[in-house]
């Protein structure tokens, strides 16, 4: 995307400048300081007015640096504090599992605005942010996210589908809060950790993978296809199950003709009456590879692997260890 892209204007001019200055000998050079050989690269900058495009492919303007920033998703959360930003949040999701401690402690006492099931407008409105930033696929209704935006907020949407997709809203969302830097720091090392995985397992086989989301009603949900969890299963070395794209349901006859050969229990983290024995009491579930072959294991990590922010690497190293202990001793 082009805005995330932008390099500062007088910076573009510097180098051109820079490149074709003829001074004469014993002149002052025209060159600015930063061309100098050894000198120090200028760190990226927004320039406001900054137009963002999002997730949802919605152009978002930012008139100036946000200092007051609602957060409509703890991935969101998570991310405007590993920018060192955690203090212009104002407001959150009521969810506040599984943060770490820093994190949770700097939203100690900021409201609750929303839930994945709605947001409160009218709070929202009265604290009176510059900047919202929200999660899609309807995880922040389609309802909310526009009557936000004609109540004149920006609001930024987010909904990685991919480890590519996770780096690029880190960095997006580094543009509109003007840490660019910090956020290139974060993907850059998210990058040679996710390399390090894909190389300790890129020559083992990769066996199909049924990651369970959670069961309710009878209804089973897992990832999503196109997902990033799906991204993230295939980048560990395993080849998905996926169910529908929006819902993320799956049939039990549709799982079972799957045949997965390791089913991992996120849900198992939330309740602990999930074990390898209850799936394997399930009617339709004792005949898959997974439960004959005792490869079914409850994963205590599973909010590092569904929240798509910077701390998911820990999530995929988790899931590699679970699909491939034996690629990592």
């Known amino acids: 995307m082009a805005s995330r892209l932008r390099v500062p204007l007088l910076f573009v001019l510097s180098l051109v400048l820079a490149a074709c200055s003829t001074a004469a000998p014993g002149s002052p050079s025209l060159a600015p300081p930063s061309s100098v050989v050894g000198a120090p690269t200028p760190e990226p900058a927004t320039s406001y007015p900054v137009t963002l495009t999002d997730d949802a492919g919605r152009e978002v303007v930012i008139e100036a ?50 839930s994945f099931t709605g947001v409160d407008r009218e709070a929202v409105v009265e604290i009176e942010p510059d900047l919202v930033l929200a999660a899609g696929n309807e995880l922040t209704p389609s309802a909310d996210i526009d009557a936000l935006g004609e ?51 890129e020559d083992q086989e990769r066996p199909r993978v049924f990651y369970e989301v959670g069961v309710a009603g009878g209804q089973i949900y897992t990832a999503g296809e196109d997902s990033f969890l799906a991204a993230l299963i295939e980048a560990a070395g395993g080849d998905p199950i996926t169910g529908d794209a929006v819902t993320t349901a799956i049939q039990l006859e549709e799982l079972v003709a799957a045949d997965p050969q390791v089913i991992l229990l996120g849900d198992a983290a939330y309740d602990p009456s999930i074990t390898a024995e209850s799936v394997a009491e399930r009617q339709g579930w004792g005949g898959m590879t997974a439960v004959q072959e005792d490869r079914v294991l409850p994963l205590p990590e599973d909010v590092l692997i569904t929240r798509p922010g910077p701390r998911i690497v820990d999530g995929l190293e988790a899931l590699a260890r679970a699909i491939h202990p034996e690629a990592f001793g």
């Open 151 to 201: 109540l004149g907020l920006p609001v930024l949407v987010l909904y990685p589908e991919s480890l590519d997709g996770v780096y690029a809203d880190i960095g997006l969302v580094g543009e509109a809060l003007d840490t660019q830097a910090e956020a290139a720091a974060i993907v850059a090392d998210m990058r040679e950790r996710v390399t390090a995985v894909e190389e300790a397992v």
């Open 65 to 114: 640096e946000p200092q007051r920033i609602v957060s409509l998703a703890p991935s969101n959360t998570e991310i405007v504090c590993a920018l060192e930003a955690c203090d212009r949040i104002v407001g959150v999701n009521d969810f506040r599992d599984g943060f770490p401690a820093d994190v949770l402690d700097a939203i100690e006492d900021v409201p609750d605005v929303a």
